[in-house]
């Protein structure tokens, strides 16, 4: 019998390849596996599947983790406001992890003799599958044939050629990675450190010049509404997408450090998670202490970190995890966004647990917890370090 082997597939040139050389010429039993995670409509799926037929796949399943993708992972990422270097929201290294995680499952239930993924050697992805197949399947050998045999683009067409193969192989502009927390952008510009991409490097354009306002309803820091219509929270972030869209929001583009230690450059565009992670933040303003907010930072920040540079599964994380969750108690209320072209505006919370609405005391007004010579004895009391530091420190 020949020996099976778990293809993570994705349709394109680098794991075509992969499909026709492991059972040509290592002699395979080739299973390809497409994990969506919020990225890929029916008819792409189903193309998708057409090929991977053609190219001698015996058998081809989709896993679709969207929602395991959003409760595992990407509420957490709301719950701490996470945007690498203050700018990206991991679309694609959290969902590649996610990816990786379904594949190494899968491969470990059909206990597959071979595992295997169509990386480079010279990219973030390879660490991810790599370290999400060793842990969850480590009896299954991992097999990298790209990676491997150094191919170039070329050199795979060229083989595909000649074993019989005669799709378009044309290489697109731009290279796009679509999913439900954002659309990755990568082309010549991406490539510089000056130049800008171009208004029709981006999928989604500008379909509006007016103007909307929505009301986006949070329930313990996770989106429940929108616009006062009860969703969960994966259809409100496909619906969110498809409203901002409209409006070309979301777009920039993130300079970073790879895991492997080199810089890296790509555009974006990721609507609904920034316009969730912005309104979020707004509201915890106003309903979380401040050292909840100060704690929270830093450990959102590693959060991110570590699950960019393929750590997921380290327990750490279920730890900062239940630290993030714990935190979202009172992130309850009503925030109003305001949509426009290429951008949005934060106009405002509603929530019970609003700190700014407390009878105690407003700021810079009228308070009913303290006189004026509660305030002078706390100021004088405040500022004693500084007096002393200055005392000894006085040269003059």
């Known amino acids: ?33 497409i994990v969506n995670s919020g990225g890929f409509t029916a008819e792409e799926l189903a193309a998708i599947e057409k090929r991977a037929y053609e190219l001698g796949s015996v058998k081809h399943e989709v896993i679709d983790v969207t929602t395991r993708f959003y409760h595992d992972c990407l509420r957490y990422l709301l719950f701490g406001n996470v945007l ?38 010279a990219g973030n992805d390879q660490v991810r599958f790599d370290v999400a197949f ?18 170039s683009r070329q050199a795979e067409i060229e083989y595909l050629q000649k074993q ?26 991406t490539l510089t450190s000056h130049e800008a991409l171009p208004e029709s490097a981006y999928p989604s354009q500008l379909q509006r010049q007016d103007s909307e306002r929505v009301e986006i309803t949070f329930e313990k820091g996770e989106p ?22 409209a409006f070309a929001i979301g777009r920039d583009t993130h300079v970073g450090d790879t895991i492997l230690g080199i810089k890296g450059r790509v555009g974006f565009e990721a609507p609904a998670p920034l316009m969730l992670i912005k309104a979020h933040h707004l509201l915890e303003k106003h309903t979380s202490t401040r050292w909840q907010l100060l704690h929270k930072d830093y450990i959102a920040n590693w959060y991110g970190t570590l699950l960019h540079e393929a750590q997921y599964l380290d327990p750490v994380m279920r730890d900062m995890e239940a630290f993030l969750e714990s935190s979202q108690n009172h992130v309850s209320g009503k925030v109003f966004v305001q949509l426009k072209p290429y951008q949005f505006d934060l106009l405002g919370v509603e929530s019970k647990y609003d700190m700014m609405q ?17 305030a002078r004895g706390f100021i004088k009391i405040f500022g004693n370090q500084l007096k002393i530091s200055a005392s000894l420190h006085d040269e003059n």
């Open 358 to 374: 407390s009878k105690v005391a407003t700021y810079g007004e009228e308070n009913n917890a303290w006189d004026a010579r509660d």
């Open 134 to 151: 060793a842990v969850i399947a480590p009896k299954t050998e991992i097999l990298t044939p790209i990676r491997d045999l150094k191919l």
């Open 84 to 121: 690498k270097n203050d700018t990206y929201p991991l679309s694609v290294s959290a969902e590649r992890m996610f990816q990786s995680l379904a594949i190494a499952e899968y491969a470990r239930a059909n206990e597959a003799d071979y595992i295997v993924h169509g990386s480079t050697g």
């Open 164 to 189: 019989g193969f005669e799709m378009s192989w044309e290489k697109a502009k731009y290279s796009i990675n679509k999913g439900i927390w954002g659309t990755s952008v990568g082309g010549v510009e």
């Open 1 to 33: 019998m020949k020996k099976k082997a778990i293809l993570a597939y994705s349709g394109g040139l680098d794991t075509s390849f992969c499909a026709v050389y492991l059972s040509r010429e290592l002699d395979l039993e080739v299973h390809t596996v």
């Open 224 to 245: 429940v509404a929108l616009n006062g219509e009860k969703l969960d929270p994966v259809a409100l972030i496909q619906k969110l997408n498809e409203l901002g869209s």
